[in-house]
């Protein structure tokens, strides 16, 4: 068992020190350091604190280290990240994938993300990103209407997507696992900047960018251009204008899941305002502390359902026990036979 291991991971995803997690355990801080370097065993009393403090069940911690995993290439939304807090994202990603594989094994069902047809592609210009990405749209047959809810459709197409609980400021990242597409984004975000991490994301699976180009600004142009197409832009601004207001853009986020924000990035790139126009909007957004959020930012985000509905139909088949589902749910039995009878 890595039972060391696990605590470890798990002080490192919940930001303690070897003193902080002492303290609330009733020990000392070497009998912390004992415990994860495996050369002290806690008993059943101080299991029980630990898996309390932790905030996981008792069975995630013994959880075998045959079932751990490595990752490697994390591509952030963000383009600094201190250490630390890079630490405690890609040991919390790992966890509730470790958790998504296991489920996926004990039900023998997994779905294979396959590329489409000419991807990944590498551009070599934001305006041939526009194109790459109508392209994708075309061969997911997607048409160019808004996208209802993107983590069903990368869950559909074969992509693992997972929502986690972490502290710290991050948005989303993407990775792979023996070839097949990761995408993580954090819980609490508004629905519209949840849908262009996932978009941005998906960017970092599907393309590259080329000599001389900034990766994040072209991954942030794909994010754009697959959510809403230019030609969508034109069909909703024929021309260019001179101003725009409020109003205008809040409808266009309701409509496309898209920020205000992005909004006036849109219509930047493609042309129809002004730099000026442009700059005076993103001056008025900070006053307003709309940089920060922005009106409609409490619609909540979408929820992916592929985790879940394998645990569920395994339970339900009898293939897991109760208290083996609700560990892969990172739930006690009380909340898991809650969440299965809604």
């Given at each position: 068992m890595s039972l060391g291991e696990n605590i470890r991971i798990r002080r490192k995803i919940l930001g303690f020190s070897y003193r902080s997690l002492a303290e609330i355990i009733g020990v000392t801080h070497t009998t912390i350091s004992k415990y994860e370097k495996g050369t002290l065993i806690p008993n059943s009393q101080i299991l029980i604190k630990l898996s309390q403090a932790l905030q996981v069940p008792v069975s995630t911690l013994i959880r075998p280290?045959?079932?751990?995993?490595?990752?490697?290439?994390?591509?952030?939304?963000?383009?600094?990240?201190?250490?630390?807090?890079?630490?405690?994202v890609t040991a919390e990603t790992k966890d509730w994938l470790e958790r998504y594989l296991l489920i996926e094994k004990?039900?023998?069902?997994?779905?294979?993300?396959?590329?489409?047809?000419?991807?990944?592609?590498?551009v070599s210009s934001l305006d041939e990103v526009e194109t790459v990405a109508k392209d994708l749209r075309k061969l997911w047959d997607l048409g160019m209407d808004p996208i209802e809810n993107l983590t069903n459709l990368l869950e559909d197409k074969g992509i693992r997507v997972g929502i986690i609980s972490c502290l710290t400021?991050?948005?989303?990242?993407?990775?792979?696992?023996?070839?097949?597409?990761?995408?993580?984004?954090?819980?609490?975000?508004?629905?519209?900047?949840?849908r262009f991490s996932l978009a941005h994301e998906l960017g970092h699976c599907m393309l590259s960018a080329g000599e001389g180009l900034d990766v994040e600004q072209v991954m942030n142009r794909f994010a754009g251009a697959f959510l809403v197409p230019d030609e969508k832009v034109f069909f909703e601004f024929e021309k260019p204008i001179h101003h725009i207001s409020d109003k205008e853009l809040k409808i266009m986020k309701d409509k496309y899941g898209l920020s205000m924000a992005v909004w006036l990035f849109r219509l930047?790139?493609?042309?129809?305002?002004?730099?000026?126009?442009?700059?005076?909007?993103?001056?008025?957004?900070?006053?307003?502390?709309?940089?920060?959020?922005?009106?409609?930012?409490?619609?909540?985000?979408?929820?992916?359902?592929?985790?879940?509905?394998?645990?569920l139909r395994s339970h339900a088949e009898g293939f897991i026990s109760t208290s083996k589902a609700a560990e892969l749910l990172h739930m006690n039995i009380g909340q898991f036979c809650l969440f299965e009878s809604v």
């Amino acid at each position: 068992m890595s039972l060391g291991e696990n605590i470890r991971i798990r002080r490192k995803i919940l930001g303690f020190s070897y003193r902080s997690l002492a303290e609330i355990i009733g020990v000392t801080h070497t009998t912390i350091s004992k415990y994860e370097k495996g050369t002290l065993i806690p008993n059943s009393q101080i299991l029980i604190k630990l898996s309390q403090a932790l905030q996981v069940p008792v069975s995630t911690l013994i959880r075998p280290e045959t079932q751990r995993i490595s990752l490697d290439n994390f591509a952030f939304r963000a383009k600094k990240m201190p250490k630390k807090i890079e630490m405690q994202v890609t040991a919390e990603t790992k966890d509730w994938l470790e958790r998504y594989l296991l489920i996926e094994k004990l039900s023998d069902k997994s779905r294979v993300f396959t590329y489409p047809a000419g991807f990944p592609k590498e551009v070599s210009s934001l305006d041939e990103v526009e194109t790459v990405a109508k392209d994708l749209r075309k061969l997911w047959d997607l048409g160019m209407d808004p996208i209802e809810n993107l983590t069903n459709l990368l869950e559909d197409k074969g992509i693992r997507v997972g929502i986690i609980s972490c502290l710290t400021k991050f948005d989303a990242l993407y990775t792979d696992y023996k070839g097949q597409p990761i995408i993580v984004v954090k819980d609490g975000i508004s629905r519209s900047r949840q849908r262009f991490s996932l978009a941005h994301e998906l960017g970092h699976c599907m393309l590259s960018a080329g000599e001389g180009l900034d990766v994040e600004q072209v991954m942030n142009r794909f994010a754009g251009a697959f959510l809403v197409p230019d030609e969508k832009v034109f069909f909703e601004f024929e021309k260019p204008i001179h101003h725009i207001s409020d109003k205008e853009l809040k409808i266009m986020k309701d409509k496309y899941g898209l920020s205000m924000a992005v909004w006036l990035f849109r219509l930047k790139d493609l042309k129809l305002i002004s730099e000026e126009l442009f700059l005076s909007n993103r001056k008025m957004f900070s006053f307003r502390g709309w940089h920060l959020n922005e009106p409609g930012d409490d619609s909540k985000g979408e929820i992916p359902v592929l985790m879940e509905a394998l645990v569920l139909r395994s339970h339900a088949e009898g293939f897991i026990s109760t208290s083996k589902a609700a560990e892969l749910l990172h739930m006690n039995i009380g909340q898991f036979c809650l969440f299965e009878s809604v």
